[in-house]
């Protein structure tokens, strides 16, 4: 594989990008190949979803708790993520590799894994899930060579990602950390003007 493809790295949203889906977007990259690449928004929380209320939409949470059930509360108000345009009914969970699906699972890097089986919600409410996770709706993808073109562009910046940013920081803090990973002051970025 290409050094030059961003899979297991950050895109970063210029100002002035001109869609509105990814205005100050920070997406994770899952795959990037000569056939083209997919991605998870990471920072864009759905408004009125919670990890708990789609579990519970989904049959996998009865009202009641019972015995089986192993699903903490900090678990279960974590944030549902808009991922993306493409397949917005679908779900996708990047996770740490401490939970692999054998059918299932793609290694994005020594990291970080991209699930998108129910089994992984199913093992997630028995207590079998990974250690640290984000569930986010539909994905960004873009067809051979779309991407690159919206590179040199100037529409994103890459930087490489973090298990941080990725997983433990507030969504609204994730744009202006990943651009400090990379050495760029949020607030001098605003000025310039972009061309997507």
């Not at 990890?51 to 903490?72: C, K, V």
């Not at 490489?160 to 940013?165: F, G, L, S």
């Not at 969504?171 to 990379?182: C, H, M, Q, S, V």
């Amino acid at each position: 594989m290409s050094s030059d493809y961003l899979h297991g790295q950050f895109l970063i949203a210029m100002p002035g990008m001109g869609d509105p889906r990814f205005e100050r977007a920070v997406i994770y990259m899952c795959a990037h190949t000569s056939d083209g690449a997919m991605g998870l928004i990471i920072n864009k929380p759905m408004d009125d979803l919670l990890l708990g209320d789609l579990l519970h939409r989904l049959g996998l949470l009865p009202a009641e708790e019972s015995n089986t059930i192993h699903l903490p509360q900090e678990r279960y108000r974590q944030p549902v993520f808009t991922g993306g345009p493409v397949e917005p009914g679908r779900g996708f969970v990047l996770h740490s590799l401490d939970y692999r699906l054998e059918e299932g699972t793609l290694e994005v890097d020594f990291q970080v894994g991209l699930t998108a089986s129910l089994d992984i919600l199913h093992d997630l409410v028995q207590g079998r899930g990974p250690r640290q996770m984000m569930l986010a709706l539909g994905y960004a993808g873009w067809a051979p060579g779309q991407l690159e073109g919206e590179l040199q562009q100037n529409a994103w910046l890459t930087a490489p990602a973090d298990e941080d940013i990725l997983f433990h920081l507030p969504p609204e803090e994730r744009y202006a950390a990943a651009l400090r990973k990379i050495g760029i002051d949020p607030g001098s970025l605003s000025s310039f003007t972009g061309h997507a």
